[in-house]
């Protein structure tokens, strides 16, 4: 079966990750001290092992097709605190000590960046 | 256009949702008071739509294949306070306030449920 192949390398509990066509599941990267959403990303079997072996915010990158440890060029790393799995398999939260700034753009956060609208609670029904 | 013809309904800024092959776009919804990471789920323009609309958590369910205004069934209702694209347009977070747990398991959130690692710094080279 490819999930059992390509999850093989990844520590007992890890191997029912459910990774998409591609072979890709999103990850949602939090800052531990600050409680902000940094970015979304996405990680294959292989960047998801990575991280779990070495503690850093590893990746794969869609765009470059490559795998991508966050921060090797820029120096904005991320330590892995904490990594766990959602209740489905399909998505991934990354709890990291960030440094520098998360988005290529130099914001804290990749969400600082494009449009935002914030509501009132009229209109609202409980 | 597909991307202008699915996105027309949204407001000026939002036209630039980056929605994949199936029309989607991931969420990442945020428990506003807590700082909790509560759910990833999915939207398409017009879950998004609506959710700008009617300031509620509005997704589409990709296993029941239909609009889904998350606790209209279970009551666990998703109030939602901000809105927020990411830099590259392919990513929308969420900040609610939460009515009851996120997960369908009662969990607060679903990020409860799985398996989770936590990491000291032992080891990591900053």
Same mark, same amino acid.
């Given at each position: 079966?490819?999930?059992?192949?390509? /999850?093989?390398? @990844?520590? *007992?509990?890890?191997?029912?990750?459910?990774?998409?066509?591609?072979?890709l599941v999103p990850v949602v990267t939090q800052d531990i001290n600050t409680g902000r959403v940094l970015m979304l990303a996405?990680?294959?079997?292989?960047? @998801?092992?990575?991280a779990l072996a070495?503690?850093?915010?590893?990746?794969?990158?869609?765009?470059?097709r490559e795998l991508w440890i966050?921060?090797? /060029?820029?120096?904005?790393? *991320?330590? @892995?605190?904490?990594?766990?799995?959602?209740?489905?398999?399909?998505?991934?939260?990354?709890?990291?000590?960030q440094v520098g700034p998360a988005c290529h753009t130099g914001a804290e956060s990749c969400f600082d960046v494009g449009p935002r609208m914030t509501f009132s609670d009229a209109g609202w029904v409980a």
């Open positions: 079966m490819m999930r059992s192949a390509v /999850t093989a390398g @990844l520590p *007992q509990g890890w191997r029912h990750v459910h990774f998409d066509a591609d072979g996405y990680a294959n079997a292989e960047a @998801l092992g990575m070495t503690h850093r915010g590893v990746y794969w990158s869609r765009s470059r966050k921060g090797s /060029t820029s120096g904005h790393r *991320q330590r @892995l605190v904490e990594v766990a799995l959602d209740c489905d398999g399909d998505a991934v939260l990354y709890l990291v000590e």
